[in-house]
């Protein structure tokens, strides 16, 4: 049984703007029955151009229902401009998270949205060339490439869980690799050994090590390939302080990824009490 937020749960039991916007301006469609969830969002905007009212109808699990109910609630009010920048991690945040194996319910909801917003401006939502890399569930190398970088993802199982692609008969696992070896490099970082014997406590100094080692193998390489980078400053018992540079000290989505990304990952490799804590300089 998939662990669900309280969020996530009154998002699936009472969800929110069900329904279609009698007149809309905007249009969206994404999945398809046949890969076992779709979504039909559509909206209307006021006089100054803001979603005056939006509402979706979807056939899928709890955490499409959900996602789509607070992917509504969220962009109402919005300028397209606004709505525009609301990705799949705003939805999962907003939702208090969601399961990693259900993460592509919230991708869906962004698409969905991207897909309003073109056919609102007489636009094609996708202009250039493609190929369908997953054929059991449609999945295009173009839309693995996005999410890939938008979400860091360095697996196959990761790509799975965000997208769907390779779930089913797994042919096309090799070219989901090929695609991610484009984009982080050929030669992935490799996992940080747990050293330790389980239950046995790290002195501050392996603690450090660890930290840095683990930065330097799983955290900093999918970040400095965005412009981003991170430093260290300091460890003090659990609480692990760093600095964003580049592009992800300006970052909206920043305090994401500190908390789901850096923090999860050194929660993995060293210890699952690190808490990971900003330092605005």
């Not at 991610?180 to 970082?189: D, N, R, Y």
């Not at 392996?206 to 300091?234: A, C, F, M």
């Not at 210890?271 to 900003?278: D, K, L, R, T």
């Amino acid at each position: 049984m998939w662990d669900y937020s309280d969020k996530v749960k009154d998002h699936f039991l009472n969800p929110r703007n069900v329904g279609e916007v009698e007149d809309p301006d905007g249009v969206g469609e994404v999945g398809s029955l046949a890969c076992g969830d779709a979504l039909r969002l559509t909206f209307t905007l006021d006089e100054e151009g803001r979603i005056k009212d939006i509402k979706f109808k979807t056939f899928g699990c709890a955490s499409a229902i959900a996602s789509s109910s607070a992917l509504t609630e969220i962009v109402k009010g919005m300028t397209l401009e606004e709505a525009e920048k609301v990705d799949n991690q705003v939805l999962a945040e907003f939702l208090g998270g969601l399961p990693e194996e259900k993460m592509h319910c919230s991708v869906m909801g962004k698409e969905a949205l991207e897909a309003a917003i073109a056919n609102y401006r007489g636009e094609e939502a996708v202009k250039e060339e493609y190929e369908i890399v997953c054929k059991c569930f449609g999945v295009t190398d173009k839309e693995i490439e996005r999410v890939a970088k938008e979400n860091r993802l360095t697996t196959v199982e990761q790509v799975t869980d965000f997208t769907k692609a390779g779930g089913g008969c797994q042919a096309c696992h090799p070219k989901i690799e090929a695609i991610l070896k484009e984009l982080w490099g050929s030669k992935p970082a490799a996992p940080v050994e747990k050293r330790l014997p389980k239950g046995k406590k790290l002195s501050n100094l392996q603690k450090i090590r660890l930290i840095e080692e683990t930065l330097e193998r799983e955290i900093l390489p999918p970040i400095r390939s965005d412009g981003g980078d991170l430093e260290l400053i300091d460890v003090e018992g659990s609480k692990v302080m760093v600095a964003l540079r580049g592009t992800c000290s300006f970052c909206p989505q920043s305090n994401f990824t500190l908390k789901h990304f850096v923090e999860a990952k050194l929660r993995e490799f060293v210890s699952p009490e690190i808490e990971v804590e900003e330092v605005k300089s």
